[in-house]
């Protein structure tokens, strides 16, 4: 049973408001860099459970990273711990966003951090590709988990969107499970209700706090998949109602992909451009709020869909899915960044840091590339 210590909480604001500050690449890149603070180094959990945390947490709406860090809190210190850890790791992103922001309205421009970037994106493959060969392991339980986990790789490949591979591995798993033991031994289940819900702010005749607060809740709400579906969403709630450009919202994507912490702190950006600080906050708070509770309903079910035989099967095949999609985004990306040797050359370090001396912390993988990448463009 976790406890809400005064030393706990304080340890889960040091690591996940580190890890707001490092975390770039993205949800496979930020679970990554939690599996080693979380499960390797600091031992709060074990691998399995950690697992089921991920395949519960694809499940539910909204960023899926953050909603780990509050499942990662709870776990540590109680239901303070799920609020602190969703802090901390949201609050650098949201500084750094806003700030931009700011820069961005009053000066037109926005720094050049270009060089940092290429060099952080190889460290994060390096990062991933360890995350992912560690969770595959205990993924992996079966000859059948691991065809279904060729599936979903290959689904997720073949460009089918991530959810919806995620989903059919969890129901094609499920009922090959059931009818293998059905004969075996009648599963009990235990069903959890689920609610998602809808806030509509048509209803306010101009574009007030009130109003970016309630957009941008009915997008954090319904939001499934990665960031880059955030774009759809903002695009048909902001675009097309004339609020935004689309340009505009191509730069706020942009500042939320090369800012660490969650991709939704483009929530920040836009909410500062759409009604200053006020709308930066609502649009913050808009976002997130959701993640909060449905993690906050989720967390206590985990367990119970775990001890549970029917739901067992759903859980075991939605976790070797979500490693699946793990390694899709990883050659993906690959394939983007890998395009040059002094991305070759920061891979093949950061690879070395990342296996070869396994204690080394993923923040400093992190800033070796970074370095790197400024240093190497001079060459």
Known sequence: MPISSSKNLKEVAAVFFKLGCFAFGGPAAHIAMMEQEVV??????????????????????????????MHCGHERAGKKGLVVAGLSFILPAVVITGL?????????????????????????????????????????????????????????????????????????????????????????????????????????????????FLTFLKVGSILYGSG?????????????????????????????????????????FIGYQLGGFWGAVAATAGIFTPSFLFVWILNPWVPRMRRSSLFGYFLDSVNVAAVAVMLAVLYIMAVETLIDWRAMVILAISAILVFRFQKVSVVWVIVVGAVLGYLLQYL
């Not at 074990?46 to 953050?66: E, K, Q, V, Y």
């Not at 590709?129 to 059948?144: D, P, S």
């Not at 609020?243 to 942009?254: D, S």
Request: proline letters at 7%; zero cysteines; glycine letters at 8%.
């Open 40 to 69: 390797s180094k600091r031992q709060w959990m074990t691998r399995p459970h950690f697992l089921d945390l991920i395949g519960a947490t694809n499940l539910i709406p909204g960023p899926n990273s953050t909603e780990m860090t």
């Open 228 to 268: 880059y579906v955030l774009f759809a969403y903002l695009d048909a709630e902001l675009v097309t109602a004339g609020y935004l450009t689309r340009p505009e919202l191509i730069e706020a994507i942009g500042i939320g992909q090369f800012t660490p912490g969650p991709v939704l702190s483009t929530a920040t």
């Open 100 to 212: 931009l922001a700011f820069v961005y309205v009053r000066y037109g421009s926005l720094p050049q951090v270009a060089p940092f970037i290429q060099g952080i994106q190889p460290a994060v493959l390096a990062i991933i590709a360890a995350a992912i060969l560690k969770l595959g392991k205990k993924a992996v339980k079966t000859w059948e988990l691991g065809i279904i986990g060729v599936f979903v790789l290959a689904a997720a490949l073949l460009g089918i969107n991530e959810v919806v591979a995620l989903l059919l591995g969890g129901v094609v798993g499920f009922f090959y499970f059931f009818l293998k033991n059905t004969l075996k031994r009648p599963p009990h289940a235990q069903f959890a209700p689920f609610f998602i819900y809808f806030v509509s702010a048509e209803v306010l005749a101009k574009l007030s706090t009130l109003k970016i």
